[in-house]
Every structure is written in structure tokens, then in C-alpha cells.
């Protein structure tokens, strides 16, 4: 049975409806993405006992919660909002939920401190704090709760994208190092990528896709998740095999292009897409991102070098290519 198990639920609002079905083992890192009004914080909510669910069950390490109050969950949460005490210094805005006796909550607050990379900050005001450094005690004093999970939801939104970077490494250490099983919301794909365990991804308030970041980039099932997780090209599969319905997708790192006239033939591992016409060409640092049309459909492909004809063939490696509905 998994750590943490969403049975069956079911949330209904008046233009959307939240259904939900997964598990999460102990100790697991998932991240939940999903474009706007997917459901993604909605879930976590209702999880954190925010809301309550139409249908369904909630059960931590074999626990039914469903019915728990907010406060008997076992549950801490970090929101994208920053929801410290301005009235209470850094030190005791951590100390807020811990259960230890007083004489040790000193300790244990230096300690997350030190944890979270902020040492010696114990005694400033809160009002002083930058958004990376708020952020860092609102997940301190989260884990100092010691909550069963903790769930995140999109905490470096607000934060600059070199402080994002930052953040979600240390995100990722505080995790390594204390083990909580953690639920982070995030728009990021990149973010999720770089600190998740698991991924799932949300969709209309249905999750549709959940595995690693690997499987669900190298092997998506549809073409929502082949494009979610990343850049890539879908033609309808009746252009590459007559009498074929669906799409076939891949990836730009699959696809190469040649400026010379091919003989197919001697191709037989590569899907050959002749008379495909550059429409634009980036260059990203280790090489250059092409924009192509063939036969009236987008194409991305990667290139070592600049091109030097408008006119070229792309070349795919079979074994890249998905099949998708």
C-alpha cells in the first residue's frame, strides 16, 4: 500500500470537476504539473484538508484522514505567498508549530536554519527578509512541525529565475536530507524535472500521465504529455505510412537535417522527409534550433552547423519515432 493513497476522489465545482486516483511511496519527491486551472493547487487543498472532497478517501500510511481536521492531518504545506509572523522574529516564526519543550526548541530552530542555509538568522525580523530568504524559513518552520508530508504549492513562483535555480536545488537537498515525503505544484517543467522522484501530470482536473521525468519525456503515451514535457514534432502518420491513422511524434534531438539529395535506400534505420523548407533557424549555444515546413506541418529539428540551402531533407531515427492517439 502506498504512503500516501488518493482512492476515488471527487471534487465538483460549477465549471470543472477534480477527480483523482494515485499513490505516493514514503520518502518520494512528486511533482504535480499541469497547465492553469488544471486542478494542481486544488488537489493539494483538499489533501491539506483546505477543502473537502464530494467523494473518494485520503490515507496516510494506512489512516483514513479524509475527515481529520486541518491541524490532526500530519500535514505541513508551504504556499507561493510568503505567511510568516511580521510580529515574531525569523527564530520564532520557526518555533511557531514545533511540539519539542521549550528548553530544545532553540536548538532545533538553529538547526533548520542551518538546514535551510540560513544561519544566524534567527534573530531578524522577518520584514528584512529578500523573497529567497522568507521562502527558506516558511520551509523551515513547515519542517519543524514535523509533518508526515509536506506539500508545496509552487513556492518559487514570485522568485527570479536565477533565485528559482537556486531554490530548487536547496528545495531538493532539504528533502534528501530530512526524507519527508513531499508533494510540490509546480507550472515549471524544468523545475520538475531537476527535483522530482515521480511526475504527474494534471489535465481538465484528471491526472493523465505519472512516471519519471525520463519515462514521461522519452516515452509519453499522448501527444498533450509529448508536448507537455518538452519540444517536438507531430505529422500525421498518413504522411510517413499510407494508410496510417494518428500521429507520429519525435523529439528535435532525433531529427537531423541533410543539403544533399539522398538516396533513401541507403537510409533504412531513418524516416527521410524530402523538400522540408526552413522557415527559421535559432542558434542555442551547442548548435542551432530549426523551424521547418513539409508539406504544409511544423517541424523542429537540431543542426551542428548553419544551414546553407532553404530547401533540405530531415532525417528521424525510426526507433525515435512514437505512434500516438
Known amino acids: 500500500m502506498p504512503y500516501l493513497e488518493i482512492r476515488n ?3 465538483k465545482y460549477k465549471n470543472f470537476t477534480l477527480s483523482a ?4 511511496e514514503e520518502g518520494e519527491f512528486l511533482c504535480i504539473i499541469g497547465p492553469s486551472g488544471s486542478g494542481k493547487s486544488t488537489l493539494l487543498s483538499i489533501i491539506a484538508g483546505l477543502e473537502k472532497p464530494d ?14 481536521r486541518i491541524q490532526d492531518r500530519g500535514i505541513g504545506m508551504v504556499f507561493q505567498d510568503y505567511t510568516l509572523f511580521p ?3 525569523v527564530e520564532k516564526n520557526i518555533q511557531f508549530g514545533m511540539k519539542e519543550k521549550k528548553s530544545e526548541r532553540k536548538k532545533t530552530s538553529d538547526a533548520l536554519l542551518s538546514l535551510v542555509g540560513l544561519e544566524g538568522y534567527g534573530k531578524r525580523s522577518v520584514s528584512s527578509l529578500s523573497g529567497g530568504e522568507a521562502q527558506r524559513v516558511q520551509l523551515a ?7 508526515q508530508i509536506l506539500l ?6 514570485a522568485l527570479d529565475a ?6 530548487r536545488a536547496s528545495i531538493r537537498a532539504i528533502h534528501d536530507a530530512t526524507g519527508i515525503t513531499m508533494l510540490y505544484v509546480t507550472h515549471d517543467r524544468e523545475e520538475a524535472f531537476s527535483v522530482s522522484d515521480t511526475i504527474m501530470i494534471m489535465h481538465d482536473g484528471k491526472s493523465v500521465a505519472m512516471g519519471t521525468a525520463e519515462e514521461l519525456y522519452r516515452h509519453p503515451e499522448d501527444l498533450f504529455t509529448a508536448f507537455f514535457t518538452g519540444e517536438g514534432t507531430a505529422l500525421p502518420a498518413h504522411l ?6 494518428g500521429y507520429v511524434f519525435f523529439r528535435p534531438e532525433n531529427a537531423v537535417i541533410a543539403e544533399e539529395n539522398l538516396d533513401e535506400s541507403l537510409y533504412p534505420m531513418h524516416l527521410v522527409l524530402k523538400g522540408a523548407e526552413i522557415i527559421s533557424c535559432e542558434f542555442t549555444g551547442s548548435g542551432y534550433l530549426l523551424g521547418l515546413q513539409y508539406k504544409g506541418y511544423p517541424i523542429l529539428s537540431e543542426s551542428a552547423t548553419k544551414p546553407r540551402r532553404k530547401t533540405v531533407s530531415v532525417m528521424i531515427l525510426k526507433e525515435s519515432v512514437l505512434n500516438l492517439a
Open 152 to 157: 508545496l504549492d509552487e513556492p518559487l513562483s
Open 162 to 167: 536565477p533565485l528559482r535555480k537556486s531554490l
Open 240 to 245: 510517413v505510412y499510407e494508410n496510417t491513422e
Open 141 to 147: 518552520r513547515a519542517i519543524a512541525a514535523k509533518p
Open 87 to 89: 510580529s515574531m522574529n
Open 21 to 24: 486516483s494515485f499513490g505516493v
Open 9 to 11: 476522489l471527487e471534487k
Open 55 to 68: 467523494k473518494g478517501t485520503i490515507t496516510i500510511n494506512g489512516k483514513d484522514i479524509t475527515g481529520e
